[in-house]
């Protein structure tokens, strides 16, 4: 009795070790973590190379799968890259692995653990930011130790009932048979995926492996038979928070578990030869050393083959999950609220997309094309809307100022594109001026002001998520993009300067009958609708590229070239 309470009692403290450490280091590679992601899966294979190193510092390759889905989702990385980083998380959470077979079993850490755990637990419960995260890894890594120090002695009473021979003999033992071992192995194989389903950790799993494995209950062979179980268990976790996600989700998720299969598969079949080279290796490398290796090993070569076949390996993943989201639910999917950075980025690029659309319809209007129809306004004010809602539901705040930066631009072009659409709402727009030079000029200069415009919207959606390379997460502003910018800020001040005279003139038109007061309201009501379209597609797109600067209260200050007495009889009611 006492051997199963040491036994459960260690795998307890380790699974809490590993959440509060787990915690602890996200905190403190806070934003860092979804930027390094973002920003480091160019190619498959570095995507790889990276989502190693990061679930290794980590210590949680849910973490990156997580991040990554968020990622996939909004358009910033490609399913392709995504693949890369769930590949590389295998390979990286095998370090903790390495871990109890080089300090866990070998030396009992309990004596210097309680001190960390106090120390931690201090520095979590008094500190702040950064210290309070740091508290909580240190916390957490104490308790990893001091339930591998508990589990190795549960395992010692274990060995005492419990030996290799009493467990299913599998390939590779001597003496054993070929139908026999493969029996066992396969038995062994389900109890390791029931071992991690249970605990719903592979990590804790491999733990209890090598642990038993230094206390003599188990042999090499059974022990990495058990690895190949365990590790295929890891799946079921992914399978079950699948359940009701998203299509991104989904297929990541699906792409996880074959992974699993086909490196067991390649385990299976290469067991024969992997349990003779590791009890050759066993004369000049103890045990477990050999499974912390054998694990990685598993890992490593399940994604050596996967990794050449990736865009092969996704058109089977697409192909057995469809998608049948629209675009815009596959960019506002509500897996990337747990992260500011994504969350903001996958708002700022559908406002770009609604941009450029809206900006296109109206340049075609102008210029002799169709008008901007009822529906298309609707689609794109509740695009607009579906934003909002979505922005709404961070789940947390952004940690640094930069980010802050960020949400409020987002935000702020967010409202002049949703500004922008209510103008548009009432379908006046008209590509026939009223005839005077003045009506003219004016939509010239909004035409040239929505090309721009449409430009630096395209700039910012340009690179979809079935690209090549989608694009990382930053203000990306090319000279090209800067001086269409430029160009709509120009527009936008030459007809506010233009309304100043127009008003005037064409109400003063109706005193010797060139026009009706009617006639002379409607052109005017006409040159207020281009002004005010010009002014909120700029004001949007400067926010977008994170060169807009805080708007009055009533949000409709003019071009910042202009006097702001001018800009207040310019755009009076533009906010009504």
Not at 21 to 39: H, I, N, P, Q, W
Not at 88 to 117: D, E
Not at 130 to 154: C, D, H, K, M, P
Not at 339 to 352: F, G
Request: glycine letters at 10%; aromatic letters at 4%; hydrophobic letters at 50%.
């Amino acid at each position: 009795m006492s051997t199963a309470i040491a036994i459960l009692g260690g795998i307890g403290l380790f699974l809490l070790g590993m959440t509060v450490m787990t915690d602890g280091l996200k905190a403190l590679a806070g934003s860092a973590l979804r930027t390094v992601l973002g920003k480091a899966a160019a190619t498959p294979l570095s995507g790889a190379l990276w989502g190693a190193v990061v679930t290794l510092l980590v210590q949680s390759s849910s973490a990156v799968t997580m991040t990554t889905i968020g990622l996939v989702s909004a358009g910033l990385m490609t399913f392709p890259q995504g693949l890369g980083l769930v590949f590389g998380a295998n390979v990286g959470t095998t370090g903790t692995g390495w871990l109890v077979a080089l300090i866990g079993v070998r030396v009992s850490l309990s004596a210097y653990a309680l001190p960390m755990i106090f120390a931690g637990a201090l520095a979590k419960l008094l500190g702040r930011g950064r210290i309070a995260a740091s508290g909580g890894a240190l916390a957490g890594f104490a308790l990893v130790l001091y339930g591998l120090t508990t589990l190795q002695q549960g395992m010692g009473g274990l060995a005492e009932t419990l030996h290799p021979s009493d467990l299913p003999a599998v390939l590779g033992m001597p003496g054993v048979g070929w139908a026999a071992g493969s029996v066992g192995l396969m038995t062994l194989i389900i109890v390791g995926l029931a071992m991690t389903a249970v605990m719903q950790s592979s990590t804790a799993a491999i733990a209890v492996t090598i642990s038993a494995y230094y206390a003599g209950a188990v042999g090499l062979e059974q022990g990495a038979a058990l690895i190949i179980g365990q590790n295929i268990g890891t799946a079921t976790s992914s399978a079950l928070a699948a359940i009701g996600a998203s299509a991104t989700a989904k297929r990541l998720a699906l792409a996880y578990v074959l992974f699993k299969v086909i490196a067991a598969i390649i385990a299976v079949i290469a067991f024969p030869l992997t349990a003779a080279l590791m009890k050759a290796a066993l004369a000049s490398v103890d045990g477990m050393t050999l499974l912390a290796a054998y694990h990685t090993a598993y890992n490593v070569v399940g994604v050596a083959v996967l990794l050449p076949a990736t865009q092969s390996f996704t058109r089977v993943v697409e192909r057995l999950l469809p998608s049948r989201q629209t675009a815009l639910q596959r960019a506002l999917d509500p897996s990337a609220l747990a992260s500011p950075v994504v969350a903001v980025e996958t708002a700022r690029r559908v406002v770009a997309d609604v941009l450029t659309t809206t900006a296109a319809s109206v340049s075609a209007a102008l210029s002799g094309g169709a008008r901007p129809t009822v529906q298309g306004t609707a689609a794109a004010a509740a695009a607009l809307e579906e934003v909002r809602d979505f922005l709404s539901e961070l789940q947390e705040p952004p940690e640094t100022e930069a980010e802050r930066h960020r949400l409020t631009s987002t935000l702020h072009a967010l409202d002049h594109a949703s500004r922008l659409v209510e103008v548009l709402a009432d379908g006046s727009l008209t590509a026939q001026p009223a005839g005077a030079l003045h009506d003219f000029r004016a939509a010239q200069l909004c035409t040239k002001a929505m090309r721009a415009a449409q430009l630096v919207g395209g700039s910012i959606t340009s690179e979809s998520a079935l690209s090549a390379q989608a694009p990382p997460i930053g203000w990306n502003v090319s000279p090209e993009v800067a001086a269409a910018l430029a160009e709509v800020e120009d527009a936008a001040s030459k007809l506010d300067a233009l309304q100043r005279d127009y008003r005037a003139a064409t109400l003063a038109s109706v005193a010797p009958g060139k026009l009706t007061a009617a006639e002379a309201l409607t052109r005017i009501d006409a040159a207020r609708r281009l002004d005010r379209i010009v002014n909120h597609a700029w004001r949007s797109a400067a926010h977008l590229l994170g060169r807009g600067t805080p708007d009055n209260a009533d949000d409709t200050s003019a071009p910042a070239s202009e006097p702001e007495s001018a800009a207040a009889g310019s755009h009076e009611g533009a906010a009504s």
